[in-house]
């Protein structure tokens, strides 16, 4: 799958891309959708197609693969997130290639965890994130300078909060009577 040379940087001979672990880890949090009411993981057939469409092979049942996600949820905040996932994963190995060793899995859940530990390696964990909109709950990769953002979308959650914030506040101000100076 990918790897990890120690000390290599991305796109070395290793073949290693942050962006690529980015895209693998996010998509695997977002497989359920409270909001929409949908999970990848109801179902081996959308399973294994989610796994195709990004090269992988599975081999672990639906039940780990769905504790392994919630437990990533957890870990990077989301508050309905079940539990710590203690003894969780998948087969990782650490091979050598071209000169250098890397992280190689055996199946989709263990390239997403290797993944996650790469991402946590370079110290990036804190920058994925789960979206605090009451009716969102999407992870996403926080890629501002001072990894600040909030919203998985400004101008979808993260407006409609500012909006209906406003009309709270609004809503606060005419129920208080008017005091002249």
């Known amino acids: 799958m990918t790897g990890l040379a120690a000390g290599a940087g991305a796109g070395q001979e290793t073949g290693w891309n942050v962006e690529r ?11 359920g959708s409270a ?12 399973w294994r197609i989610w796994a195709a469409e990004r090269g992988l092979t599975t081999e672990a049942d639906l039940d780990q ?5 919630d437990a990533l949820r957890a870990a990077v905040g989301d508050p309905n ?13 650490i091979e050598l290639r071209g000169g250098a060793p890397v992280l190689a899995a055996t ?6 965890l290797a993944a996650a530990a790469r991402i946590a390696v370079l110290d990036q964990w804190d ?12 992870a996403f990769f926080d890629r501002s300078r001072n990894r600040s953002r909030t919203w ?3 101008r979808v959650c993260g407006n ?4 209906r914030n406003w009309r709270e506040r609004a809503r606060g101000g005419a129920d208080r009577p008017l005091v002249l100076p």
């Open 21 to 31: 672990d980015v895209e693998l880890l996010v998509a695997f949090l977002n497989t």
């Open 35 to 46: 909001a929409a009411g949908t999970d990848v993981l109801v179902d081996p057939v959308g």
């Open 65 to 69: 693969v769905r504790m392994v996600r």
């Open 81 to 93: 997130g079940r539990g710590l996932g203690e003894g969780l994963g998948s087969p990782v190995r």
């Open 107 to 112: 199946d989709a859940v263990g390239a997403v």
């Open 127 to 138: 920058r994925v994130k789960i979206c605090p909109a009451e009716d969102c709950g999407w």
């Open 152 to 154: 998985c979308s400004m």
């Open 160 to 163: 409609r909060e500012k909006a």
